[in-house]
């Protein structure tokens, strides 16, 4: 199945018995978390002191959130992208990085262009 760049699959957390060898596996990162801090618009640091850098064709969507929206994180497949934030009421989903990485700038801006 071929991705578009819009596209990302989330890998949900599975039980064990439930496995199958080269099934992709992701460690759990906890329940729910809500926003501690959101100042800047590109970096959303969670409960937990996780600090995640948004991908910037995403940043719109975390406008809509609140210090009490109930977000999810994800282990992802995608080229650039390693964890999506996933808003537990709302659906909408983000993609990100720890925000200490550093995005690789000639393929972000590619990306950006090709839409």
């Known amino acids: ?9 989330v890998m ?9 060898l080269g ?4 460690a759990p990162r906890g329940d729910f978390m809500r926003i501690e801090q959101h100042d800047k618009s590109h ?7 996780s600090r995640w850098q948004i ?8 406008l809509q959130w609140l210090p009490t929206t109930e977000l999810r ?5 995608d080229e650039l992208c390693s ?3 996933i808003d537990q009421e709302g ?5 990100v990085i720890e925000a200490s990485a550093a995005w690789p700038v000639a393929e972000v801006r590619q990306s950006l262009k090709d839409g």
């Not at 599975?14 to 496995?19: K, Q």
């Open 1 to 9: 199945m071929l991705l578009g760049r819009r596209d990302f699959i």
């Open 12 to 20: 949900e957390l599975m039980p064990p018995e439930s496995l199958s």
């Open 23 to 26: 099934a992709p596996v992701c």
């Open 43 to 49: 970096i959303v640091e969670l409960e937990d002191g």
């Open 55 to 62: 991908w910037p064709g995403d940043i719109a969507t975390t």
């Open 73 to 77: 994180i994800s282990a992802i497949n």
């Open 83 to 85: 964890h999506a934030l």
């Open 91 to 95: 659906g909408s989903r983000v993609r």
